[in-house]
């Protein structure tokens, strides 16, 4: 999906091929902000996979310009490493973050209530390597050849984006805070909808053969 399919739609939705009432510019800075929304939402519509370099201790912070852990699968050149609830944890082993550092990781453990931060069991001994998937911010878009980083299953909901950032900001009719509303809800719609699909028919929710109905609260992304 390239910017200039975004722009081509927009335009043909405000009737203004030429840009004359809503400038390119201005649109190429909302499809920025239409990636950012999408990814508020959905942290997985960009994901970035590598090694995690981990500092001394149980406490570890992403990298920079990530927004949230997605996944950490194994120590790069050795085992696996499993996802374990901290509280658990704290349970189970209540001195566990004083235990001895290590080079060979077993669990990593994460908060959504602290997501560019995450734990690690043993308490990581300096130099030690993870892989992990996080979520992460995307170049910032500047010409209409330049391609978004996230998939093109998102094109409406990034458009009716647009499309509601031009009427909230164009003020001249008395109609377009309406109209501009009718656009965000129309972007919320169809990103619910996202995710409730996703959820619905996630592997990891649902056995085959399973009811397909399951409920979002059951686990989102």
């Known amino acids: 999906m390239l910017v200039s399919d975004v722009l081509t739609r927009t335009t043909e939705a405000l009737n203004d091929p030429t840009y004359e009432r809503w400038t390119q510019a201005s649109q190429i800075r909302y499809v920025n902000e239409a990636v950012l929304a999408v990814l508020a939402i959905r942290p997985d519509a960009y994901p970035v996979s590598g090694n995690l370099t981990l500092v001394a201790g149980s406490s570890q912070t992403l990298p920079p310009?990530?927004?949230?852990?997605?996944?950490?699968?194994?120590?790069?050149?050795?085992?696996?490493?499993?996802?374990?609830?901290?509280?658990?944890?704290?349970?189970?082993?209540?001195?566990?973050?004083?235990?001895?550092?290590?080079?060979?990781i077993k669990h990593w453990m994460y908060e959504n209530k602290v997501p560019k931060k995450f734990d690690v069991y043993p308490p990581a001994k300096l130099g030690a390597v993870l892989y992990g998937t996080w979520s992460a911010v995307p170049t910032a878009l500047t010409a209409l050849g330049d391609t978004l980083a996230i998939d093109d299953i998102y094109m409406t909901p990034v458009v009716e984006f647009v499309l509601y950032k031009c009427y909230l900001i164009d003020t001249e009719f008395s109609l377009q805070p309406n109209i501009a509303g009718t656009h965000m809800n129309m972007f919320s719609m169809l990103m619910g909808q996202k995710t409730s699909k996703d959820v619905a028919y996630s592997p990891d929710l649902n056995q085959k053969g399973g009811n397909p109905n399951i409920s979002i609260a059951a686990g989102a992304v």
């Open 65 to 104: 310009g990530a927004l949230r852990l997605l996944d950490i699968s194994h120590n790069v050149g050795g085992n696996i490493v499993t996802y374990l609830d901290r509280e658990v944890m704290d349970r189970l082993m209540p001195s566990w973050r004083s235990a001895t550092e290590s080079l060979r």
